[in-house]
């Protein structure tokens, strides 16, 4: 079992930057693939972004690459999305979620096992 709690949303003008954190409880996150997806109001939820258990591999949606990247810290057992150039469109809730498939960057949020309760980004215009 992989319990993920997100932190570092917050509101943010736009052009600003966030970091969010996903800290995973568990001996076996560091086998998970991990992905970030985000939910806005009256919308489905998206892929943002996936990365492979060792950090080898790393996928993002169109809407968001070379803005943000994500990566990945073992010993803190941690998963991180740093947002740069953020736009009032990247406003939602973002969700970060577990895949057992270590080798896995789906973009389907069908394919993960474990989510966080999600943490708020509101960009400002």
């Known amino acids: 079992q992989v319990q993920l709690v997100e932190s570092g949303g917050g509101l943010v003008q736009a052009g600003g930057s966030l970091r969010l954190s996903c800290a995973a409880s568990?001996?076996?996150?560091?086998?998970?693939?991990m992905g970030w997806f985000r939910q806005a109001p009256g919308k489905e939820r998206e892929f943002v972004a996936a990365i492979n258990w060792d950090g080898g591999l790393t996928k993002y949606s169109d809407s968001v690459k070379d803005r943000f990247t994500i990566s990945r810290d073992h010993d803190k057992i941690t998963v991180y999305l740093l947002m740069n150039s953020l736009k009032p469109e990247d406003t939602a809730v973002y969700y970060c979620a577990a895949d057992r498939e270590s080798w896995s960057t789906s973009r389907s949020s069908d394919e993960y096992d474990y989510w966080g309760q999600g943490t708020q980004v509101t960009v400002s215009s």
């Open positions: 568990g001996r076996t996150f560091s086998v998970y693939a």
